[in-house]
């Protein structure tokens, strides 16, 4: 992960729901140009929704939001990672479920161009939700980081971008 960075430089922000949120966690920090990540809930009705209450079938689902600097890694190459890193074309139950939620006009374009190209070259259907941004609640701090701290070696090595231009 890069710096953190001052106001000169604005960061923008991406939300996926990929599974499990801790193998996300651990992928994207990894992306050169990713400031930061964390983990927790979206999606659902429940105000200060918690791990119990997800498990519960509250109607949130486990997601990542990752703060990315722009000039350093794209919108565009943060999908190709959330497409490579899991299964887009299986949907799962709501609190594993596979999607994306947007944060301006462009994200949804950009997500639009994405799936259709998967679409495209796999020859099936994403089963990936896309709406707005929604209410945000980080997940309890054992959660946090959880993938990461168990295994630090792998903050090493950053994933090349390269890896991820496959459509």
């Known amino acids: 992960m890069v710096p953190e960075t001052t106001a000169e430089r604005p960061l923008e922000t991406a939300t996926f729901g990929m599974g499990c949120f801790w193998c996300p966690d651990k992928k994207f920090c990894k992306v050169e140009g990713v400031v930061s990540t964390s983990v927790g809930y979206t999606g659902g009705n429940r105000p200060d929704p918690t791990y119990g209450s997800v498990c519960s079938g509250d109607g949130h689902t486990e997601a990542i939001k990752v703060t990315y600097d722009p000039k350093l890694v794209s919108y565009d190459e943060l999908l190709k990672v959330f497409l490579a ?4 074309l299986h ?17 949804e ?59």
């Open 109 to 167: 374009a950009a997500v639009k161009q994405a799936l259709q190209s998967f679409e495209q070259t796999r020859g099936k259907k994403v089963a990936t939700d896309v709406a707005p941004a929604a209410p945000w609640t980080d997940a309890e701090s054992y959660h946090q980081k959880y993938s990461v701290s168990k295994t630090a070696s792998t903050l090493q090595d950053p994933i090349p971008k390269k890896r991820f231009g496959y459509f």
């Open 91 to 107: 949907k799962g139950k709501t609190q594993y479920k596979s999607a994306i939620w947007t944060h301006s006009p462009e994200q």
């Open 85 to 88: 890193e899991h299964n887009p």
